[in-house]
């Protein structure tokens, strides 16, 4: 009865899951109360709450408690997706360098591909994300989001949501569990630098300059993290 409850329960979330893409709703958009989903799915109050139990587990969806309560869409957010992938890092023994490079490799990746794309679009996203750079960007949360922001974009501009989703997951794993490694304020600029460079090679439609300056860019990165923290790096991830 346990396994023939969770198989209806799975069947289900991925009808819900099709539902909010069908219907297209956003972050924040209530689902049809509990009354109306047994109705339609025609189970038990069990299989449902434990359908519903898994899309939030996974991050698809949040439980608003209260009255007028339920269950509503969540916001997209890689870190959901990166919670879950530290479950099987840790399960393979994988180490915070390997993370690293696994990062760096898919970085290099999506600067390939956003200077691939035909049209002007990818390099007016990248653009964008160093144009948003406020007057203060040396301050270290100011910095921190630049930087990140900037990736992000590289990862939009590739036209690959996939590969972009993976990067940025390994990102949060990151960033969550070692810190938000910053270089010092004198090495700044030089970053944002090795951003404008990287925009402009995705502006050109150079994939090679692209790919190459993102590894370079990367590359220093790790080294500036193997020194920094030399006994994190093979510390295996852990999930929290």
């Known amino acids: ?3 023939r409850t969770e198989k209806i329960a799975e069947s289900v ?5 099709r539902d909010i893409k069908e219907q297209h709703l956003s972050p924040g958009a209530t689902l049809p109360p509990e009354s109306a989903m047994l109705e339609r799915f ?3 109050r069990g299989s449902l709450r434990e359908a519903l139990r898994i899309l939030e587990v996974n991050g698809l969806i949040r439980i608003r408690p209260g009255p007028g309560g339920g269950p509503v869409v969540a916001t997209q957010d890689p870190r959901n997706f990166g919670q879950m992938m530290t479950l099987h890092l840790q399960s393979i023994g ?3 360098r390997q993370l690293l490079e696994a990062r760096a490799e898919y970085e290099a990746l999506l600067a390939r591909k956003a200077g691939e794309q035909p049209d002007d679009l990818a ?12 007057q203060n960007w040396a301050e270290d949360p100011v910095y921190a989001s630049a930087t990140g922001s900037f990736h992000q974009a590289v990862g939009k501009a590739s036209g690959n949501p996939v590969l972009a989703l993976v990067s940025d997951s390994i990102y949060s794993i990151w960033s969550v569990r070692v810190t938000a490694v910053l270089y010092p304020p004198e090495d700044r600029t030089l970053v944002l630098e090795q951003h404008d460079a990287i ?3 995705i502006e050109k439609h150079d994939p090679k300059r692209a790919e190459r300056l993102m590894r370079e860019h990367m590359s220093l990165y790790q080294s500036y993290c ?11 991830v852990d999930w929290k």
């Open 226 to 236: 193997e020194a920094r923290y030399p006994a994190r790096m093979d510390d295996i």
């Open 13 to 17: 979330a991925r009808q819900i899951l």
């Open 94 to 96: 994988a180490t915070y």
């Open 199 to 201: 925009a402009r090679a």
């Open 1 to 3: 009865m346990a396994e």
């Open 123 to 134: 390099g007016q996203i990248v653009r964008a994300a160093i144009n948003g750079v406020g």
């Open 42 to 44: 025609g189970i038990g």
